[in-house]
């Protein structure tokens, strides 16, 4: 057992501490037994003890997101503020994940700035508004979302039955106003192969062999593809071979071995035409190699990128707010991707913004700076009663 942790006095950050001991790793990775169920419960509280309606709205058996309102002088017209709910997982981590101290200024833990700390600052500023009976021009609403660590389920359902003017997704920002990101395309490869005793390899086909073959040829043929390729935010499309798999022992001839595959997508790439000049590379390997059984299968997971317009309302009262409050604003992008690009593919303008730093997000010691989350409040704040 950790050494206690001392609650701070500030509401915030001592809001932020309770949701942070919280576990809520996604059940999709390894530790996230829990799923994002105790996070609802916490903050279906906050917004009883804060005199805000909510309601959850079941996505996946067991998990659902959360909805709380503060009604705005048009009940019509909805600014939402969004946050997903779940974390990375814990095994890498060399600190307690769930024991949230501050320490010179820096509050630990995991989901502490990936992205529990946005979400914090969001609700607060709800309840500030609440207390002070300022009505903002339009009703705010905030969604803890389940699933982005993921597969994104949360969030698409979030966009496939809500109707938001605009929407504040909450990721660790350094408090920069992110209009654009990048997409992606995930997929798995597989090669057959034929077993054999290891002592006449000759009677088999190696998969793992013909696989290492394989990807020197993507590694040089998709790369040469996108090299010249560059968006003025978000940088230039990425490959990457995250996963390889393949043999059942060292005597055996391997029959089969797969990788898994990502390629990140630049604003103004479709991520399914992606896969085009993979087909390619196996298609001529496969005339080079009549042995070679080899097979792209459907992704399992596609994500497309987002470039909100800079004159978008959403991009301007955003960065006017971040003005107003640290003196200065930046309009960016970023190479990952988010929640906020299930909205803009329905056409709903989205733009990133939160403390902390996506160096720290899903690292050994995650923290998030305390001074940033405090000013996050303000600027959620100055978001809610400008938007109209």
């Not at 990425?238 to 059942?248: P, Q, S």
Request: proline share 6%.
């Amino acid at each position: 057992m950790g050494e206690a942790w001392t609650r701070s006095q500030n509401e915030v950050l001592s809001t932020l501490q309770d949701v942070v001991a919280i576990e809520s790793i996604n059940p999709g990775l390894p530790g996230g037994d829990r799923g994002e169920s105790f996070m609802v419960e916490y903050l279906s509280h906050f917004f009883r003890t804060a005199g805000l309606s909510y309601k959850t709205w079941e996505v996946l058996p067991g998990r659902s997101n959360i909805i709380g309102t503060l009604e705005g002088q048009n009940l019509d017209r909805i600014l939402l503020f969004e946050c997903h709910l779940d974390t990375a997982s814990v095994g890498v981590m060399t600190i307690s994940p769930f024991e949230p101290h501050i320490r010179d200024g820096y509050l630990y833990g995991r989901g502490s700035c990936d992205t529990k700390a946005g979400g914090v600052a969001m609700i607060h500023a709800m309840k500030r508004l609440k207390e002070t009976g300022q009505k903002p021009p339009c009703t705010v609403q905030f969604a803890g979302a389940v699933d982005e660590e993921y597969l994104f389920r949360g969030a698409r359902h979030l966009a496939a039955n809500l109707e938001p003017a605009a929407v504040v997704v909450a990721e660790p920002t350094e408090l920069k106003v992110i209009r654009a990101h990048k997409g992606l395309v995930r997929f798995r490869i597989r090669v057959e192969g034929v077993a054999a005793h290891s002592s006449k390899p000759f009677l088999g086909v190696n998969a793992i062999t013909k696989m290492a073959r394989l990807i020197n040829d993507i590694e040089r043929d998709v790369v040469r593809s996108f090299q010249n390729k560059n968006h003025p935010l978000t940088g230039g499309p990425t490959l990457n071979i995250g996963l390889i798999h393949g043999g059942d022992q060292v005597n055996f001839v391997p029959n089969e071995c797969v990788i898994e595959v990502e390629r990140r997508v630049i604003p103004g790439e479709n991520p399914e035409e992606t896969l085009g000049i993979f087909h390619e590379v196996l298609s001529h390997a496969q005339a080079d190699d009549s042995s070679l059984k080899v097979s792209l299968e459907k992704p399992f997971l596609i994500d497309s990128p987002m470039d909100t317009p800079e004159a978008s309302p959403i991009v301007r009262i955003s960065s006017e707010a971040t003005r107003g409050i640290l003196g200065s604003s930046t309009i960016a992008g970023v190479p990952y991707g988010t929640d906020a690009s299930k909205f803009t593919t329905v056409g709903i303008p989205a733009i990133v913004f939160g403390p902390g730093s996506i160096d720290q997000a899903h690292g050994a010691v995650e923290w998030v700076e305390c001074e940033q989350v405090l000013q996050a409040v303000d600027i959620y704040q100055s978001m809610m009663i400008n938007f109209e």
